[in-house]
């Protein structure tokens, strides 16, 4: 068989694909997700605050990062799920953390140095990373899901896009039950949950990416 007429043959085999496939896909995964883990936020326990603290200054601070880090994730895999495009988006979450970094610091240089120990570790600095790890499973479980009829080439790379989406999301919904204010403690221990998902989904990537 002539090239011309394999790709006129295959090209008789294919149908149209609605318009925003590829976001509606990776949207519905996250969303299954994300609904088994806001399910698990509510079993820990929301804060009994909740009311007053959704309009703290550190709370917004708290969610405007998670959310910019979810949203960088969600655009890096957009990206990812055409195989002629490379998940450059991901560089851009060099921007919401250096944004809470210099938070971080600002909070630090006006904080007495006898304080810094109990801004940066809370009372929940050891359980607060593997809980934002954990609570990401579901979330990465769907996006992996849903990529299993995408197209990505870059597989390591796209799994870190597809876990920092899942930990950052993971991350905002955790801060429903979690009462830690303070921007260093949300750089350094949220930071490290939403790095071991990108961890976990850079591992898992290149196996169950493929296609």
Same mark, same amino acid.
């Given at each position: 068989?002539?090239t ?7 090209a ?12 509606m ?38 969610w ?28 851009? !979450?060099?921007? %919401? *953390?250096? $944004?809470?970094?210099? #938070? &971080?610091?600002?909070? @630090? +240089?006006t ?11 809370g ?25 299993? !009829?995408?197209? %990505? *080439?870059? $597989?390591?790379?796209? #799994? &870190?896009?597809?876990? @920092? +989406?899942a930990?950052?999301a ?36 290149p ?5």
């Open positions: 068989m002539r011309d007429d394999l790709i006129a043959a295959l008789d085999d294919t149908r149209p694909v609605r318009r925003h496939a590829v976001e896909r990776i949207l519905t995964g996250l969303a299954m997700g994300a609904a088994i883990t806001a399910v698990a936020v509510l079993i820990i326990g929301l804060r009994p605050d909740m009311s007053s603290a959704m309009m703290t200054r550190s709370f917004l601070m708290k405007s990062y998670t959310i910019t880090l979810a949203l960088v994730g969600v655009a890096a895999m957009v990206q990812a799920a055409r195989p002629d495009r490379a998940p450059r988006a991901l560089w851009f !979450a060099v921007v %919401p *953390v250096a $944004l809470m970094a210099a #938070g &971080a610091g600002y909070e @630090l +240089a904080t007495p140095v006898s304080q810094w120990e109990n801004m940066m570790m009372h929940s600095a050891m359980t607060c990373p593997v809980t934002v790890g954990l609570l990401s499973i579901p979330i990465l479980a769907g996006l992996l899901w849903s990529f299993r !009829a995408l197209a %990505p *080439v870059r $597989l390591r790379v796209t #799994g &870190a896009a597809l876990g @920092l +989406a930990g950052a993971a991350a905002t919904l955790y801060g429903l039950s979690c009462d830690e204010h303070t921007a260093i403690f949300t750089l350094t221990w949220y930071s490290l949950g939403i790095g071991l998902a990108m961890l976990a989904g850079a591992l898992v990537g196996r169950l990416l493929r296609w």
